[in-house]
């Protein structure tokens, strides 16, 4: 019997092991996508300052080739915001790995934690959360929550879980429509140096 409960126990162990690492790849993946989109806006921005200032001080020369050298700068902001958003992509789907994978973690967790809960913790009878039941207060969008929901209830596969909240991540469409705006900016900047 003595077996039996210390096998469980490391068996949990594992699990909060498991939690702790993916709890750390979800900050960490967050972090590298948010300091690769800073990067980006950073680089981008001072591409744009960069051809504007060029624009300026060459503006009585604008009708000789050198215009056309100009137009490097908003060639460069389209490539940069394509070549960007792809990089940040990557670190986006990996924090939402994590995020699917510590979900089911946690369901895991929960599932011998009854046990646990009775014997040595008492249950939060303050503040319970509305998703679980259990003491971490989460936050998710009302998209969000409504694919997690529906896949529990239809028993999607983790990567089809993944695939939805990749879609609907609204982390991610900011940051694709922050770049999407640098594009535009760089197309009107182009047409701005070539026609005038």
Known sequence: ?????????IQRQELLSLHTHYESVIKDELDLFF???????GLLSAIVAATLAGFVSLK????????????????LIICLSIL???????YYRRF??????????????RYTEKVELA??????????????????????RKETRAILEEGLNKNWPAEDVLDKLLKKGDTLQFAKLTLMLYGAAAIA???????L
């Open 1 to 9: 019997m003595n077996l039996e409960k210390s096998d469980q126990e």
């Open 35 to 41: 300091k690769y989109f800073n990067f980006y806006i």
């Open 60 to 75: 009585e020369s604008l009708q000789s080739n050198i215009k056309y050298v100009l137009t490097i700068g908003p060639f």
């Open 84 to 90: 960007g958003y792809s990089f940040i992509r990557v």
């Open 96 to 109: 939402l790995e994590a995020l699917v994978t510590l979900i089911n973690i946690k369901s895991m967790l």
């Open 119 to 140: 014997r040595n913790i008492k249950i939060p009878v303050k503040f319970p959360s509305k998703f679980g039941g259990g003491f971490i207060t989460q936050f998710n």
């Open 189 to 195: 900047l182009m047409a701005f140096i070539i026609f």
